[in-house]
């Protein structure tokens, strides 16, 4: 086996989580050290998602095809068949007046938008600083940084958490930490860690603040978000001063 099918088997036990705690100890550290198989772990992960999403397309493409299918089989059988179409069609003469309706009186009234579809316009991965900074000298923070900026944030999840225990006042991993949590629905997870930075001095204090709202958005606590959009929309050197007041405005409070 080449040392390329050697990187492509690892590689794949890493993105489904099947490397044992020495196979992952010994995958992190190259990860951390090789850039350019991080680079290469990003090219396969990408291709091997891609290979699932396929898989379901191909499923989806099946389900199409079995209303044909059952309607064929009726028919040879001498069977009398309405069909699923003219079914529809049969019903939407009577449906579509009452949707109409119902789709006017709707748009011409001013809906806000939910939380959730705010939380997903607002909402993006912190670009990682921390790897160029003199803080960023371990195998296992590097390892949870490399896989951050791969998005395999359950594999980012398990070295911050590892680096987090042995350095408790790492506000900086601890923020990468919270966002991770959040990206991986994890949300009680991340309200908890990014409150604990808000709490601190940490240089962090600012983004996590922002951070945090939008998990309280995400969780639909709103008293909390509110609280702490209208914090950081009174601070006009607020990295998200801005976007606080956008939010606010649109979450209508």
């Known amino acids: 086996m080449t040392q390329e099918e050697k990187d492509i088997e690892q590689i794949e ?14 995958f992190n550290e190259k990860l951390a050290k090789e850039q350019g198989f991080a680079e290469k772990v990003k090219e396969y992960s990408l291709l091997i998602n891609g290979i699932d999403e396929a898989g379901k397309m191909n499923f989806t493409n099946k389900l199409s ?23 529809w069609l049969y019903a939407a003469s009577f449906i579509l007046p009452i949707i109409g309706v119902t789709l006017y009186l709707y748009f011409n009234q001013h809906v806000p938008p939910s939380d959730q579809e705010l939380y997903t316009a607002y909402f993006s991965p912190y670009e990682n600083i921390l790897t160029s900074r003199s803080d960023a000298n371990s195998d296992t923070l590097l390892a949870g940084l490399n896989a951050y900026n791969l998005g395999l944030y359950d594999v980012a999840i398990q070295n911050f ?31 908890s860690v990014l409150s604990d ?7 962090f204090k600012n983004t996590a603040e922002w951070y945090l709202a939008l998990a309280y958005l995400k969780d639909n606590q709103h008293i909390q978000t ?11 050197q607020h990295e998200f001063f801005d976007k606080a007041i956008e939010l606010l405005d649109k979450m209508e409070y």
């Open 13 to 26: 036990k890493y993105v489904t989580g099947d490397l044992s705690a020495e196979e992952l100890q010994q």
């Open 65 to 87: 095809t079995w209303e044909d299918e059952i309607q064929a089989k009726e028919n040879s059988s001498n069977h009398k068949v309405i069909s699923l179409k003219k079914y």
């Open 161 to 191: 958490e590892t680096y987090v225990k042995a350095h408790p006042t790492a506000n900086g991993t601890k923020f990468y930490l919270g966002v991770s949590y959040l990206t991986n629905n994890q949300t009680q997870n991340a309200i």
């Open 197 to 203: 930075i808000i709490d601190s001095n940490s240089t």
């Open 226 to 236: 509110q609280q702490l959009l209208i914090q950081i929309s009174k601070n006009p």
